[in-house]
């Protein structure tokens, strides 16, 4: 295997226990990976993370085009699984958050963002794929910016330039001499914070549920060697705990990206603050 640090490979296939190697940690070069086409060195190249949020973007538009591209009034199997979904974040996300009438602009974009981030989740348990696309800081940033760039440009164009900044701010003349310091924070916080958070949530959550899922994959293979193969049958069922958990953990964090996301709408459409 290559000694690259841009390995494709998490670990030493020939490393156990008792063979005189250590254990071979997971650590950031799991997270790297050789690009497929171009040059690593440079700015232009095509990685396994590409190739993935490519394809997984391919499956959510190809998924939602077969079921809706012939509607029937009696839906079919796929028909009803895609109108399920759809109706959920509908209804249970936006609705619940923005409010039907505000809201019903807003529905193909949350959509799409759920499945979108889902589906960039799920390769972490997919055979051959294995590796959650937003484990890497630059796609939820991304998904992030797009939500910042429309919450941004709503709440000017809902309440103009001194109402945005109002907005933005947490102005309350209430507050007497305490209002300029609460502005500066509260502006801080919104501007700055919020958009970083929103980013970093979803990337944290995948880059350590890949991780774990990761330490207990190598340790059972590590461990499979003379005494050490009771060990390795415990950490075997810790990875298949693991990835029942990250099931659940993929699909909550889609949802908690899309339900701030409505939040942050709401929050722009809002009369009073």
């Not at 350590?208 to 899922?213: N, R």
Request: proline share 4%; net charge neutral; aromatic share 16%.
């Amino acid at each position: 295997m290559s000694a690259d640090p841009m390995q494709v490979l998490a670990f030493e296939t020939d490393c156990h226990i008792f063979d005189g190697c250590g254990f071979p940690a997971p650590g950031l070069h799991s997270f790297l990976f050789e690009p497929l086409w171009g040059d690593g060195d440079s700015s232009v190249y095509f990685n396994k993370t590409m190739l993935l949020a490519l394809l997984g973007s391919i499956i959510v538009v190809g998924f939602f085009w077969a079921a809706f591209r012939k509607p029937k009034v009696v839906p079919g199997k796929l028909q009803m699984v895609a109108e399920t979904g759809y109706d959920f974040i509908r209804r249970g996300v936006v609705y619940e958050t923005i409010g039907k009438r505000e809201g019903e602009k807003y529905v193909p974009l949350v959509v799409s963002l759920f499945f979108f981030i889902w589906m960039m989740n799920l390769w972490s348990i997919i055979p051959l794929a294995q590796f959650p696309v937003t484990s890497i800081i630059s796609y939820p940033a991304v998904l992030a910016a797009i939500v910042y760039v429309v919450w941004v440009s709503l709440t000017f164009k809902r309440h103009g330039f001194v109402g945005a900044l109002k907005n933005f701010s947490g102005y309350d003349k209430s507050l007497g001499a305490v209002l300029p310091l609460a502005m500066f924070i509260e502006f801080l916080s919104n501007l700055i914070v919020r958009p970083f958070t929103h980013a970093v949530r979803l990337f944290a959550n995948m880059f350590a549920g890949h991780t774990l899922l990761l330490l207990f994959t190598i340790a059972s293979w590590y461990l499979l060697n003379g005494i050490g193969i009771a060990y390795a049958g415990v950490s075997f069922v810790m990875v298949i705990v693991m990835t029942a958990f990250e099931l659940f953990i993929q699909a909550l964090q889609a949802y908690v990206f899309v339900l701030l996301t409505c939040t942050f709408i709401q929050g722009a459409l809002a009369e009073n603050h």
